[in-house]
């Protein structure tokens, strides 16, 4: 079976022989993410027969020691479950390691004889994904290196993978931009944002142009507002300086959060090409009303959580995390108020809040629609008039439920919300699919439909450079301003209500 937007792949298009070179090879987004999705992709035969996995980093072992690592990845983080240790046997014969220095030509020279060893004895020119799980400091050093060494000439078989973040702002996001494109042509560069992998987040296509009596009424005539959550029950971890310099606004707002503007506010395609696709989100981008000075202040909210209780247990405050300094004002939540000037939703906000140290995970898009036009029911037959909503739950409970008005039983009339609910695990009795394994698979058929687009990453930093801009310029106060384990600070609650709208609660 395959998984996500490639099961529409026409079979033409299958992989052929395909080699997986993962620089980073024995750091953590390879142990925690990549090899349990390649792992999973293998046992639901999307690998094809021929494929080599090497891992390439700079930390001495051999490639029994990264087998064993990596089986423990797969273990503990795998959605498969227990796995049968011949499945795994077979699927380890595959993955090797390369001890390198990523800004040696040596290594690239090595990789190199390598690649071409395997195509050898494939006897087939193998597909060749360069996955970049480094950090953003390294992207530039390494496709330079591959370039040099002649592994980026090939556009049909030679591709670069890159994790966010893409840049720290505009113009850094410009220059990373312009080093990939140097050395690798646009169409081999693949900006992964694990988001747009999830289940759900693609049905929101299907739910939009695949069912005819949605789409007539998803505008600004029907729909009053929209509000996105993203909410993190963990803190910081171990991230502590890396987020130290990145904040919420850029760690989630930049990318997942915009991610889903665009897909909720695009045009419907006239194709289901990577291209029309890619093309019609950054229209979206391009139609947000920008921030004046003014309005981020009013627009904006930005807090950082202090000490509380989760699940009935106590956690210390942002300031108390490791790598985090005593008087940190990086913020751990945002809230944001957007518009899209066009035809389509001229004047509809659309409400998006991120933060860490939430009461529970949740991720959910909320389409609230504009009331009846004349309420011809009693008083009391609504006491709390509710408006019709449509709640695309992302995680954790993956589905699309349609929240509206239905008579209760016996007289007189009474009224009460009721639920039309999909639920993904109910209706197709499986397991969401690995986000990267779907992802993977689509770098694997050269699919970049799921992928962001230089023009995107650069228009989705434009939009949010006022607020950047100005926050740096306005250090907050207080800005330790909402406890653990709650929606977040008071003042995002204001943002909304001032207009008589509402978020949907979090606990």
């Known amino acids: 079976m395959e998984f996500g937007m490639s ?4 079979a033409r298009h299958e992989p052929g022989p395909v080699a997986f070179i993962i620089f980073g090879g024995a750091g953590d987004l390879t142990w925690r993410k990549l090899i349990p999705s390649l792992f999973t992709l293998h046992l639901n035969r999307s690998l094809p027969d021929k494929f080599a996995i090497i891992g390439v980093d700079r930390a001495a072992l051999s490639d029994e020691t990264l087998r064993k690592r990596l089986h423990e ?3 503990r983080f795998s959605n498969l479950g227990s796995t049968k240790a011949a499945d795994w046997k077979t699927f380890a014969a595959h993955i090797s390691y390369q001890r390198g220095d990523f800004a040696a030509a040596k290594t690239y020279a090595v990789l190199a004889r390598r690649l071409a060893a395997l195509d050898e004895a494939w006897n087939a020119k193998s597909v060749r994904i360069f996955h970049l799980a480094t950090p953003p400091s390294l992207i530039g050093v390494i496709s330079k290196s591959l370039s040099a060494a002649g592994l980026a000439r090939e556009r049909q078989r030679a591709r670069i993978v890159v994790e966010k973040p893409i840049g720290s ?5 410009r220059r990373l931009n312009r080093t990939l494109t140097k050395y690798f042509h646009e169409s081999q560069v693949f900006r992964i944002d694990h988001y747009l992998g999830k289940e759900t987040v693609q049905n929101i296509l299907a739910f939009r142009f695949a069912n ?5 009424v998803w505008n600004r005539r029907y729909v009053n507002y929209v509000t996105i959550t993203v909410a993190e029950e963990v803190g910081v971890g171990h991230r502590g300086k890396y987020y130290e310099q990145a904040g919420e606004l850029r760690d989630m707002m930049q990318n997942h959060l915009m991610q889903l503007v665009c897909l909720v506010a695009m045009e419907p395609p006239v194709s289901f090409s990577a291209d029309e696709i890619r093309g019609k989100k950054v229209a979206v981008l391009h139609a947000l009303r920008p921030f004046s000075h003014d309005e981020v202040q009013a627009s904006t909210v930005r807090g950082q959580y202090g000490r509380g209780t989760i699940q009935g247990k106590r956690v210390r405050g942002y300031r ?3 790598d985090v300094a005593p008087d940190s004002h990086t913020e751990t939540y945002v809230a944001l108020q957007l518009f899209v000037d066009n035809w389509r939703w001229q004047d509809v906000p659309f409400y998006l809040r991120a933060g860490k140290r939430m009461p529970r995970q949740l991720t959910e898009i909320v389409i609230h629609f504009r009331p009846v036009p004349h309420r011809l029911f009693p008083s ?3 006491p709390d008039w509710q408006p019709t909503r449509v709640i695309m739950s992302i995680q954790p409970d993956e589905g699309i439920v349609l929240r509206c008005y239905a008579k209760q039983p016996g007289s007189p009339m009474r009224l009460r919300q009721v639920d039309m609910r999909f639920s993904y695990r109910e209706a197709f009795k499986t397991p969401s699919p690995p986000a990267y394994a779907t992802l993977l698979q689509d770098v694997m058929v050269n699919d970049a439909t799921l992928f962001m687009r230089n023009d995107q990453v650069e228009a989705a930093w434009a939009a949010l450079m006022p607020v950047i801009d100005a926050w740096s310029a306005t250090p907050a106060g207080d800005i330790s301003n909402y406890a653990a384990g709650t ?7 204001q943002l909304i209500e001032r207009a008589g709208h509402a978020w949907s609660p979090i606990a």
């Open 7 to 10: 099961q529409t792949v026409d």
């Open 73 to 75: 990845g797969v273990r």
């Open 169 to 173: 702002d505009l113009e850094s996001a």
């Open 212 to 216: 005819p009596m949605f789409e007539p």
């Open 320 to 322: 108390e995390e490791q």
């Open 380 to 382: 009391d037959a609504v």
């Open 487 to 493: 929606d977040g600070p008071e003042s995002a609650k």
